[in-house]
């Protein structure tokens, strides 16, 4: 079902944007993941898209000393769709 108005369209088909940090034996790839960074990641993925609704938010961790490890963002949500 998508909700409509006069100005946007909320479709219920669900984009995904992610933002990693990767850690290469101790050294970071960047300084940390970025939120924004997924937000847009994931408003990019369709055109028209101005916004996101109904959005989850998930963030995540995990290293195995010495050799490698992911810090990272992942965002979900519903597209808004500007007419």
């Known amino acids: 079902m998508n909700i409509k108005s006069n100005i946007h369209t ?3 088909k669900r984009v995904i944007g992610k933002d990693t940090a990767h ?3 101790f ?3 960047k300084r ?3 939120l924004k960074e997924a937000i ?3 408003i990019e993925k369709k055109s028209g898209v101005v916004g996101l609704a109904d959005v989850t938010l998930k963030r ?3 290293y ?3 050799l490698y490890g992911k810090d990272y963002y992942v965002v979900e949500g519903n597209p808004i769709i500007e007419k």
Do not use: Y
Request: proline share 14%; glycine share 10%.
């Open 10 to 12: 909320v479709e219920n």
């Open 27 to 29: 050294i970071p790839t």
């Open 60 to 62: 995540g961790f995990w």
């Open 40 to 42: 847009d990641n994931a």
């Open 23 to 25: 850690i290469i034996f």
């Open 64 to 66: 195995i000393p010495g």
């Open 32 to 34: 940390a993941p970025n």
